[in-house]
């Protein structure tokens, strides 16, 4: 299964807020066996929603929006959304019942807006917050506050799979370019990805779906660098 992320909020663009969703996300979904192929942050625009939104739906199984929900006025990610599969905007009856029965808001007391859903998405209730989350045509639509999308996406996290990968890290105390050789000499002996990731050391990681494979490649690299002392 590959899929993209899509964080709507000008305080990412702006440096105000760290995408932490993006990460926490990225992580869950790999370690479900997803690939994660296209992470971007776009601003608080419908125009702007919709096209990412419908350039990552043509391309990848399913794509995960986070931030914009509500009723206030940069929250137009739900707007976006429905641009971008062709459907307006309109109040959802099951939302409405959802927040009545389920939080201590009446119907009366919600800001106009707050329970507005793309016409025929299905409903994913908040479970931690107010304003609702939805799906549609593979595309899911969950709060910007962590703790929201957290929630959120455990009640749908068993409709994301893939084939499981494994992983380890060798961490070397060299120059990641002289490194180069034996990261050649890895990938033509094992059926692996590699990545270097410079710091204080050099860390790679190997990974793959045989568990086996990925083990050896990491032994094999282990016995031809120069081992960061733990």
Partial sequence: MRVALVTVGDEILSGDTVNTNAAWLGERLSERGVSVERVVVVPDRVADIAREVNEALAEY???????GLGPTHDDLTMEGVAAAVGVPVEEHPEAVAW??????????????????LPRGARLLPNEAGVAPGAEIEGVYVLPGVPEEMKAM???????FSGEPRHRRIVDA???ESALLDRIDGLRERFDVTVG??????????????DEDEVEDAAAWLRERVDAVEQ
């Avoid at 199984?61 to 931030?67: R, S």
């Avoid at 996406?153 to 409709?159: L, N, R, S």
């Avoid at 270097?196 to 990681?205: E, F, L, R, W």
Wanted: hydrophobic share 30%; aromatic share 8%; no cysteine.
């Fill in 61 to 67: 199984d399913a794509v995960l929006v986070t931030g």
């Fill in 196 to 209: 270097s990731y410079p710091g204080d050391h050099v860390s790679v990681t190997i990974q793959g779906p």
């Fill in 99 to 116: 927040v009545e029965e389920h939080s201590d808001y009446e119907y009366a007391d919600l800001v106009p807006g707050t329970t507005h």
């Fill in 153 to 159: 996406f455990d009640h749908v996290a068993d409709e």
């Fill in 173 to 175: 105390d060299e120059p």
